[in-house]
């Protein structure tokens, strides 16, 4: 089927307590893993691609390779900016056939990260697509983008709730105490203000900085209103030990199909078990 927005699914995933995951697609090998996880496991899911990813693909290339994947499966799934930086990105990549876009301006004030989400959204909802804001700084290292830790803000349950009503996202990205990358110490989540935002607001909440996340906390975080998780660093991980694996048994391998077939396996499986641990197996 063509590829959706993720207005349906979010609204779904609010009813039925799951979360849909949005699985970074860094080139072929991710979109194919992703896409073979999702029809074993009967599960709608979101391509993530950064601006950092179009970069390095080719915004035709990513558009292409996600309507070939979306067109011959009855898998719901999404083409979704992630971290898009202005209106321009945003209004760019509508136009080359993304369904869904992430507008990030959390590093505005309120006041202008209101306006400008506002402009997207009215934009892109014209057109049938969905649209991710983002409040509070969640921290870690994106692409080309570093939030130190002491700079990471958490969101405030009242600032959040206003966003939502006067901006009108499909989904809610706010910083609850996760970071991207992969964590160094323990995280701790404020399930508090997961708690009080979701309760008052009609669309899901999103966790962002979700690889090496405790699969208990996810469990919590997705019963308290959380409906969308961001996964990218598990799979670049399992990526590339597989591949070193490969390499480090047999240096003579010259052919990338040797050691990038194991490595769509690896990460087939991290997705598989993010799509069970989500809840969203046998939701397509
Ligand atoms: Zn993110």
Redesign the pocket.
């Known amino acids: 089927m063509p590829l959706v927005s993720m207005t349906e699914l979010m609204q779904q995933a609010k009813v039925q307590k799951f979360a849909v995951g949005q699985f970074n697609m860094n080139n072929l090998e991710f979109a194919k893993a992703i896409m073979e996880a999702a029809e074993e496991e009967r599960s709608p899911f979101i391509y993530g691609v950064s601006e950092g990813a179009i970069k390095y693909m080719g915004l035709d290339y990513v558009v292409a390779m996600a309507h070939a994947a979306a067109d011959k499966s009855d898998i719901p799934v999404v083409l979704h900016l ?2 898009g930086s202005s209106f321009d990105v945003a209004m760019k990549c509508i136009k080359a056939g993304f369904t869904s876009v992430m507008f990030d301006g959390s590093h505005y004030s309120l006041e202008d990260n209101i306006r400008l989400t506002k402009e997207v959204v009215r934009a892109a909802h014209a057109m049938g697509i969905s649209v991710e804001g983002e409040l509070g700084t ?1 921290g870690g290292v ?1 692409d080309d983008l570093t939030v130190a830790d002491e700079d990471a803000k958490l969101a405030k349950p009242e600032e959040a709730i206003r966003f939502f009503e006067e901006t009108a996202v499909d989904a809610l ?1 706010i910083a609850v105490g996760t970071a ?1 990358g992969m964590y160094k110490g323990e995280v701790r989540i404020r399930y508090n203000i997961i708690e009080e935002v979701a309760g008052k607001v009609a669309v899901p909440i999103v966790l ?2 979700g690889s090496g996340v405790p699969d208990e906390a996810i469990r919590r975080s997705i019963e308290l209103g959380v409906g969308k998780i ?1 996964v990218n660093t598990e799979n670049q991980v399992a990526m590339t030990a597989a591949v070193k694996k490969v390499l480090t048994e047999k240096p003579d391998v010259i052919d990338p199909r040797k050691y990038l077939n194991p490595a769509i396996a690896a990460m087939r499986e991290v997705v598989k078990g993010k799509m069970k641990l989500f809840g969203s197996s046998n939701k397509a």
Do not use: M, S
């Open positions: 992630d971290h969640i994106e990205a991207h962002h900085g961001n």
